[in-house]
C-alpha cells in the first residue's frame, strides 16, 4: 500500500529533491503491487511484470531507477517532450485555514514529481514559469541534470504580481504549440481570458494539453463564519460580507464558473483536473495520469 504523504508532512521537508523522489517512486510502487493493468506511470502506457511477459518487455532503465519491473503495454515510436507550465501569479499564493502549503508551493512539489516521472523514462520536460514579470523558461531536455535544472528553478521564485496578457507569452507559446504534451498547473483565476486563451492558444494537433487546476479547502468549502473581510491577493481589493448570506451564493458562483470554463476548454480538447492541495500529493499525481489515460483511450 502506498504512504501518502500529507501536506504537513510536506511543508516540514524543506529538500524538494527527496521529496519529488520519494513520492514517485511511491506511487511507482502502489502501481507495481495493484492488481489493474494498464495504469499508466506517467505520459505512456506501463503495468506491472507478470510470470510468463517476455523478458525482452521489460523497462530495463525503469527497473534500474525504480528497483521495481515494469512492461510498456506498446512501444513508442519516440520521445515524448512534455512542457509543464507553473501559474506563478500572487493568487497561487493563497492557502487554506487550517493549511500548510499555498496553492504554489503544491504546485512546485506536483511540478517536480512530474518531472522526476519524466525524466524516469527518458522523456523531454521543460519547465515555463509564468506571471508578469520576466519568464522564467528551461527548454526542453532529458536526464537528470536536467531534473535538476528544474528543480533549481522552481526553488528559487515565489508567486507574485498577475497572469501577464497574452501578448507578453506569444513567443514561448510558439515553442510550447509543438511540444506533444502541455501540463498547466494554475487556479484558472484570470482577470479577463488571458488564462483560458493561454490554453487555448497552447491545444493544437500537435499538442495535448490539460489543465490541473488547484484549490485549497476553504475555496472548496467556505467554512467561514459570522463577517468575513476578504482581500484579492493580486488587486488588494478588499470585502467585507456576512459569511452565512455570502456561503450559499458564492458556492452556486463557483460552480456555475467552473463549469462553464470546463465546458468552454472541453469544447477545444483541454481535460480540467480538480486537485485540492489539503489532500496527499499522491492523490494529485493519479489524478493527473487517470486524466492522461483517458485522453489518450485508456481505461
Known amino acids: 500500500m502506498v504512504q501518502f504523504v500529507s501536506p504537513r508532512a510536506i511543508a516540514s521537508v524543506s529538500d524538494m529533491a527527496l521529496l519529488a523522489r520519494s513520492v514517485a517512486t511511491g506511487y511507482l510502487q502502489g502501481i507495481q503491487h495493484s492488481v489493474h493493468r494498464g495504469v499508466g506511470i506517467e505520459f505512456s502506457q506501463y503495468r506491472s511484470y507478470e510470470p510468463g511477459d517476455p523478458v525482452g518487455?521489460?523497462?530495463?532503465?525503469?527497473?534500474?531507477?525504480?528497483?521495481?519491473?515494469?512492461v510498456r503495454e506498446a512501444e513508442r515510436d519516440s520521445q515524448t517532450t512534455l512542457w509543464l507550465v507553473l501559474d506563478a501569479s500572487q493568487s497561487m499564493a493563497m492557502r487554506s485555514s487550517q493549511g500548510t502549503l499555498t496553492k504554489f508551493d503544491f504546485g512546485r512539489y506536483v511540478v517536480a514529481t512530474l518531472a522526476y516521472v519524466a525524466q524516469m523514462q527518458d522523456d523531454n520536460v521543460g519547465l515555463w514559469i509564468i506571471n508578469d514579470s520576466a519568464p522564467c523558461v528551461i527548454p526542453p531536455a532529458t536526464g537528470i541534470k536536467q531534473w535538476h535544472r528544474i528543480l533549481h528553478a522552481l526553488e528559487g521564485v515565489a508567486a507574485s504580481g498577475v497572469f501577464p496578457s497574452p501578448e507578453r507569452f506569444s513567443t514561448q507559446l510558439s515553442r510550447v504549440q509543438r511540444a506533444g504534451l502541455t501540463l498547466v498547473v494554475t487556479d484558472l483565476y484570470e482577470?479577463?481570458?488571458e488564462q483560458r486563451q493561454l490554453l487555448r492558444r497552447s491545444a493544437t494537433r500537435h499538442n495535448d494539453v490539460t489543465a490541473l487546476r488547484l484549490a485549497c479547502a476553504d475555496e472548496l468549502q467556505f467554512p467561514y463564519k459570522g463577517a468575513v473581510r476578504f482581500q484579492?491577493?493580486?488587486?488588494?481589493?478588499?470585502?467585507?460580507?456576512?459569511?452565512?448570506a455570502a456561503r450559499a451564493h458564492y458556492l452556486a458562483q463557483r460552480e456555475a464558473w467552473l463549469q462553464s470554463t470546463r465546458q468552454q476548454l472541453r469544447q477545444r480538447g483541454i481535460p480540467v483536473t480538480d486537485i485540492n492541495i489539503d489532500e496527499p500529493i499522491e492523490l494529485a499525481l493519479a489524478s493527473v495520469l487517470r486524466s492522461r489515460q483517458r485522453s489518450i483511450g485508456g481505461p
Not at 484579492?232 to 452565512?244: A, F, N, P
Open 57 to 70: 518487455r521489460i523497462d530495463w532503465r525503469l527497473y534500474a531507477r525504480s528497483d521495481r519491473y515494469f
Open 232 to 244: 484579492d491577493l493580486e488587486t488588494g481589493e478588499q470585502v467585507l460580507v456576512s459569511s452565512r
Open 191 to 193: 482577470h479577463a481570458e
